[in-house]
T-cell receptor
Framework: EPEVTQTPSHQVTQMGQEVILRCVPI?????FYWYRQILGQKVEFLVS????????KSEIFDDQFSVERPDGSNFTLKIRSTKLEDSAMYFC??????????????FGPGTRLTVL | SQKIEQNSEALNIQEGKTATLTCNYT??????LQWYRQDPGRGPVFLLL?????KEKRKERLKVTFDTTLKQSLFHITASQPADSATYLC???????????FGQGTTLQVKP
């Protein structure tokens, strides 16, 4: 069964460093998302991406964050200068088609980011 | 501001019983509501979607109801099994970008 994959599973970085989290969405999906979950808290929307551009971003997704689909398979989240409060589990998700009737999202296993 | 509330306390039930989880929301008019399952350290897994014009949806042992007047969804697992033990997340969507807003989840523990 096709699945969303994410690498690395765990990333440890120093505050102020840049990190890139990588995702391979399901191959025929058209819509891509990043969410994050701080330990013990709820899953929070960061950004949605369609047709090679950002569709919507949350207030969390400030200028330190960027997303890219550099080729036909990868979808990346970059954090330019990490802060302690960026420590969280980051989930990539994808969906085949979005309508107001169907938006089943498939989530990856997550990347745990630890900022020291 | 938009608010989604799920029972924060864990729900403990005996195997074979029906588990009922609640999702309430305020200041929001979702086009649809979804339920996901999340196991520790894993990503959410989609279970069911119910649209604003639907009252009830079923899938095997799962049943979801959606009352837009009460602004509430109920999620039922019948004949529960220990393997159903997990955290269940309610998620609302209405934008044209696929954005989902999640509740904090309810942890279900099914005892044999």
């Amino acid at each position: 069964e096709p699945e969303v994959t994410q690498t690395p599973s765990h990333q440890v970085t120093q505050m102020g460093q840049e990190v890139i989290l990588r995702c391979v969405p399901i191959s025929n999906h058209l819509y891509f998302y990043w969410y994050r979950q701080i330990l013990g808290q709820k899953v929070e929307f960061l950004v949605s991406f369609y047709n090679n551009e950002i569709s919507e971003k949350s207030e969390i997704f400030d200028d330190q964050f960027s997303v890219e689909r550099p080729d036909g398979s990868n979808f990346t989240l970059k954090i330019r200068s990490t802060k302690l409060e960026d420590s969280a589990m980051y989930f990539c998700a994808s969906s085949f088609f979005y309508s107001l009737h169907d938006n089943e999202q498939f989530f990856g296993p997550g990347t745990r980011l630890t900022v020291l | 501001s938009q608010k989604i509330e799920q029972n924060s306390e864990a729900l403990n039930i005996q195997e074979g019983k029906t588990a009922t989880l609640t999702c309430n929301y305020t200041n929001y008019s979702p086009a649809y509501l979804q339920w996901y399952r999340q196991d520790p350290g894993r990503g959410p897994v989609f279970l069911l979607l119910i649209r604003e014009n639907e009252k009830e949806k079923r899938k095997e042992r799962l049943k979801v109801t959606f009352d837009t007047t009460l602004k509430q969804s109920l999620f039922h697992i019948t004949a529960s099994q220990p393997a159903d033990s997990a955290t269940y997340l309610c998620a609302l969507g209405s934008s044209n970008t696929g954005k989902l807003i999640f509740g904090q989840g309810t942890t279900l523990q099914v005892k044999p």
